[in-house]
């Protein structure tokens, strides 16, 4: 309707193409790609499915969004775009990757490519006098990939001990779905909030960042919390929670 095309406007969001639900879309293409994941090898094998991904991010970011950018839903949504992440979730669950992961290495592997992923955000952002360059791009994926095996090695969830604070991370981590899907409407709402207020700590960006993110957090999971109250099996469906 706020487009005024109430057939392109249905359509878009039926196939998840408004904001973050492209990612609804994409986790239902791996619903229908698992037994292939768990029949095949070769279709989760982590090298093979990474460099899928690599190239498709390389690709986009330095050939194809230069001339004509694509909707989220067109270069975020296809599986091939993140596909390496869920073949690492199989690897590990399947292959016993687990008990080859080098914890040393891979922290060193991720410092390296979170200072480089900086350093080709700039880049960029130069290149495109926009703030494209601090979402999807190579060396974010190589980052990601490098802390998925660190967070899955047997190493470190030995050392995950069963503190309060770790007791609570859990239980968000049982949330993140939702928090995913609500978030922006909770960032809208608190930028509003804020803005009537005229409350503002510019002068701390960094501080100010954090306080934001924990708002929007904890308003997103307390809204969860009380969809799930008040009807559980609709805030299951439609909220995975």
């Not at 991010?57 to 390496?84: A, D, K, M, N, Q």
């Not at 016993?96 to 952002?125: D, G, H, T």
């Not at 934001?212 to 919390?225: F, M």
Request: aromatic share 16%.
């Amino acid at each position: 309707m706020h487009n005024r095309d109430f057939i392109k406007s249905l359509l878009k969001f039926l196939v998840g193409g408004y904001s973050v639900y492209y990612f609804v879309a994409l986790i239902i293409q791996f619903y229908v790609l698992l037994p292939l994941f768990r029949k095949y090898r070769i279709v989760r094998n982590p090298f093979i499915s990474g460099l899928v991904s690599l190239l498709w991010v390389s690709l986009y970011t330095y050939v194809i969004r230069p001339i004509h950018p694509l909707p989220l839903l067109l270069y975020g949504g296809p599986v091939w775009c993140f596909i390496v992440y869920f073949s690492l979730g199989s690897t590990f669950q399947l292959d016993n990757l687990k008990e080859r992961v080098n914890l040393q290495v891979c922290c060193i592997i991720a410092c390296v490519m979170l200072i480089i992923s900086c350093l080709e955000s700039y880049f960029i952002m130069e290149m495109t006098n926009s703030l494209t360059g601090v979402g999807l791009k190579p060396s974010a994926v190589l980052f990601s990939i490098f802390v998925c095996a660190i967070l899955y090695s047997d190493t470190c969830s030995a050392s995950f001990s069963e503190s309060a604070l770790t007791k609570h991370l859990s239980k968000l981590g049982r949330y993140s779905y939702g928090i995913y899907l609500l978030h922006m409407y909770c960032l809208w709402l608190v930028s509003k909030f804020i803005i009537k207020t005229g409350f503002t700590i510019s002068d701390y960006r960094l501080f100010w960042w954090l306080v934001y993110t924990l708002i929007v957090l904890y308003l997103s999971y307390l809204l969860l919390r009380i969809a799930k109250r008040i009807h559980p099996k609709v805030s299951r469906l439609c909220l995975g929670v």
